[in-house]
């Protein structure tokens, strides 16, 4: 069976009824992404089943990688609270969107200066990587048109220190010609109790402003987060799953990838929400803890 290819048959197993088969579809799954926020936790407490799945994945062999489009940490910080939360992590278990976009410049196209909506930890990601992240203009009145000199790239990100002076000079600077990057574009992020802006608002105001499109999306579901992600878990797509509980984000990702997918029903997505997808995920699944009963036990 082809999981995540286009056209593919996608199946829908609900593994916590009392109708699971007694020999379950097992897909020769050597590797997983894990989204972060919604996923494997919320706030500072790690979701149900989350440590026990994972803790049984890692016993059986499965490589683990877990992948934030929050440019809010550095990598270190979340494999400390991972660690915290009972699932041990390195910050090479980890990648961000800032990670991503930062390694991907750097490579690419080093000579850009770069002004950044964004907070303190992207600017350090980004400079850590050898790029020139520009200061605000703030000789220049926020109340009036800006003249962003030098700015070659505006890089959109979840910020919430957003205020008018950082919304008026990239407006400018995109209107100039400047190119138009983002870390994410989520619309929300969730929180304890419900969720806050994220960078999709921002990026839809600047497009709608100036006409313009981004150029270019690190984070999920961009091919590339998914390119660095399969790098650095040595595996081919088909032979990883992805796990996530955002249906245009995570799922989305896995399917363009080539990927199996999974979606857990522990953050933004329900049931119903699935069965309006004309491609829905492979698997459904009510907890993490439910992943290693829809994989092969090839080390037992």
Do not use: W
């Amino acid at each position: 069976m082809g999981y995540g290819r286009s056209g593919a048959r996608p199946l829908i197993i609900q593994l916590n009824t009392s109708t699971l088969p007694s020999n379950p579809v097992t897909p020769a799954i050597d590797g997983f992404i894990f989204d972060l926020d919604g996923t494997v936790y919320l706030g500072e407490a790690a979701l149900p089943g989350a440590v026990e799945g994972i803790t049984e994945l890692r016993r059986r062999g499965k490589r683990i990688l877990f992948v934030s489009n929050k440019p809010l940490e550095p990598r270190a910080a979340y494999a400390r609270k991972l660690s915290r939360l009972g699932i041990p992590a390195a910050p090479e278990d980890v990648i961000t969107s800032a990670f991503v976009l930062g390694y991907h410049l750097a490579r690419t196209e080093p000579h850009l200066n770069l002004y950044v909506i964004g907070e303190q930890n992207l600017l350090d990601e980004l400079r850590g990587h050898g790029l020139k992240v520009m200061n605000e203009f703030s000789e220049q009145s926020a109340l009036e048109v800006i003249e962003p000199r030098g700015v070659d790239a505006v890089v959109v990100a979840f910020d919430r220190t957003l205020d008018y002076r950082k919304l008026n000079t990239a407006y400018q600077a995109l209107r100039q010609g400047a190119r138009f990057f983002a870390t994410n574009a989520d619309k929300a992020c969730p929180m304890p109790g419900g969720a806050i802006p994220d960078a999709g608002g921002t990026i839809a105001a600047l497009e709608h402003m100036t006409g313009r499109k981004l150029d270019l999306l690190a984070g999920k579901p961009s091919m590339l987060i998914t390119q660095v992600a399969l790098q650095r878990l040595e595996l081919p797509a088909e032979r990883v799953m992805m796990v996530g509980d955002r249906l245009e984000t995570d799922i989305y990702m896995g399917q363009q990838a080539g990927m199996a997918t999974a979606v857990t029903l522990t953050g933004v997505s329900r049931r119903e929400d699935v069965a309006r997808l004309a491609a829905p995920p492979d698997f459904v699944i009510e907890t993490l803890a439910e992943l290693p009963r829809i994989v092969s036990h090839d080390l037992d």
